[in-house]
């Protein structure tokens, strides 16, 4: 019964730097979301994706790049990290629209 | 006109009285208003959500009550609990727009003393 999982956990990069985060889920989900959570700004959705091999932009994409190749995954990309980036990402899936969304436990990601 | 105003930002209730969590939004379009409880560490999950065509839905101890005119609705937790304490989130979405989005509100944090 794991849900959403994603990896990592935590991350410290270097400005500059690039990685992936990975979210999976087992709930054979269409939509899934890549939202970043900051203090006193809630969640903003990043990007989007409706099912498998769709992405869409969210409210602030820039700097991100997400793919969906296989319905249960859904990646974020970080091509050169910015200290603006330092944040808490969550990934969430849900069945379709107005189904509740899922959430994973976060990655906690620190750009230096 | 998307955004979702909540309020207030923190909350310090006793144990055993009602939290009221207040969310405001403007886009006559949103069509479902859900809300989250986010513990320490964790992601958020879904509470309870309601629909406009109700203007009031409970579960528990857990009521949302929606007022359409005012595009206003808010969370009651009824005799709260430390167990309560974490923080909330309201959310607002429109289906019909062919877009898939939850607009979050800002959050609010709750603390419940024994």
């Known amino acids: 019964n794991a849900g959403v999982t994603q990896t990592p956990k935590f991350r410290v990069l270097k400005t500059g730097q690039s990685m992936t985060l990975l979210c999976a889920q087992d709930?054979?989900?269409?939509?899934m979301y890549w939202y970043r959570q900051d203090p006193g700004m809630g969640l903003r959705l990043i990007h989007y994706?409706?099912?498998?091999?769709?992405?869409a932009k969210g409210e602030v994409p820039d700097g991100y790049n997400v793919s969906r190749l296989k319905k249960q995954n859904f990646l974020l990309g970080l091509e050169s990290a910015a200290p603006s980036q330092t944040s808490v990402y969550f990934c969430?899936?849900?069945?379709?629209?107005?189904?509740?969304?899922?959430f994973g436990d976060g990655t906690r990601l620190s750009i230096l | 006109q998307q955004q979702v105003k909540q309020s207030p930002q923190s909350l310090i209730v006793q144990k055993g009285g009602i939290s009221i969590i207040n969310c405001a939004y403007e886009?006559?379009?949103?069509?479902?208003f859900p809300w989250y409880q986010q513990f320490p560490g964790k992601g958020p999950a879904l509470l309870i959500a309601i629909r406009p065509d109700v203007s009031e839905k409970k579960e528990g101890r857990f009521t949302i009550s929606f007022n359409k005119s005012a595009k206003q609705f808010s969370l009651h937790i009824m005799d709260s609990q430390p167990g309560d304490s974490a923080t909330y989130f309201c959310a607002a979405s429109n289906a019909t727009s062919g877009t898939y989005k939850y607009i979050f509100g800002t959050g609010t944090r709750l603390k419940v003393l024994a």
């Open positions: 886009n006559t379009a949103f069509d479902y």
């Open positions: 709930m054979n989900h269409e939509y």
């Open positions: 969430a899936s849900s069945y379709r629209v107005h189904q509740p969304q899922h």
């Open positions: 994706s409706v099912g498998e091999g769709t992405t």
